[in-house]
């Protein structure tokens, strides 16, 4: 808890709401379910999310990029079950290039983690926000963390 009285506090103020990916200038209208397979391995996913996918030998990679966001967790529930399918000992989610994460995609990697106990997850990049939704939701760091 903060112990400054509320008088020492700024005074927050209302904004307006954000527009929709459809509304902002420059910004393709989105189609709903519209996830499709690239020749590179990636999915370009309805949303702003990149999801791609990367053997290494030893170890798996998942990259995500963009945003990830409430209307992009079934793309990310869909990469982390083929990060996890691919059966290796370390699968590594690179979120370098994440510029959005809410706390519904990081409870999705998070929880990923916990239910598959013969696979050791590592976060990869993590940085500003999207680092701080992964420490709020993980204190434990249960999910290790390499930057």
Avoid: Y
């Amino acid at each position: 808890m903060n112990a400054q009285s509320s008088q020492a506090r700024s005074h927050l103020r209302l904004v307006p709401g954000v527009p929709s990916s459809d509304d902002r200038p420059g910004r393709a209208p989105s189609t709903a379910g519209s996830a499709r397979a690239t020749p590179s391995g990636a999915f370009d996913c309805e949303g702003t999310l990149k999801v791609t996918h990367e053997d290494k030998g030893a170890l798996w990679v998942m990259a995500l990029a963009g945003e990830a966001d409430l209307t992009t967790r079934e793309e990310l529930a869909r990469g982390l079950a083929r990060a996890l399918s691919s059966e290796r000992d370390v699968v590594v989610v690179d979120v370098a290039a994440l510029d959005f994460c809410d706390s519904l995609c990081a409870t999705a990697v998070i929880e990923a983690n916990c239910n598959a106990p013969d696979t050791q997850m590592v976060l990869l990049g993590g940085h500003g926000m999207v680092t701080r939704v992964f420490d709020l939701l993980d204190p434990g760091e249960t999910l290790a963390r390499h930057a």
